[in-house]
């Protein structure tokens, strides 16, 4: 009954910045763990970020290395990953997500913990 969307995506040239934005057009997110999730061709989806309900816990996965941003706003409406200096690898379909469970308070990179998706927003750097 959580149906995300995700907005922000676009073309950027390598070294840019670009902010993605995930939301339930029904309802706020405030009950949920939220986390991003990343997608190239040919490749498994990946964790990117992830972040507790009060947003005072965030974890980051693996190809971050201290680019990326993850936030909520706090009325618990919208999450928020801000990324900065892009790669081409970080070409990619992106996702938020939302937790299998409600009132969880710990932020998790497990994917198997979360249970709605978004369709997913493109982000592609060039060059």
């Known amino acids: 009954q959580v149906q995300l969307v995700e907005s922000g995506g676009g073309l950027v040239q390598a070294g840019g910045s670009l902010t993605l934005s995930c939301s339930d057009s029904?309802?706020?997110?405030?009950?949920?763990?939220m986390g991003w999730f990343h997608q190239a061709p040919g490749k498994e989806r990946e964790v990117v970020a992830a972040?507790?309900?009060?947003?005072?816990?965030?974890r980051y996965g693996p190809s971050v290395n201290g680019r990326f941003t993850i936030s909520r706003d706090s009325a618990g409406n919208t999450v928020a990953l801000q990324m900065s200096d892009l790669k081409p690898e970080d070409t990619a379909v992106y996702y938020c997500?939302?937790?299998?469970?409600?009132?969880?308070?710990?932020?998790?990179?497990?994917?198997?913990?979360?249970?709605?998706w978004g369709q997913g927003t493109q982000v592609t750097v060039s060059s």
């Open positions: 997500a939302a937790h299998r469970e409600i009132n969880i308070y710990y932020a998790t990179l497990r994917e198997d913990e979360y249970e709605s």
């Open positions: 972040i507790s309900r009060s947003g005072g816990n965030t």
């Open positions: 029904g309802r706020a997110l405030s009950s949920y763990s």
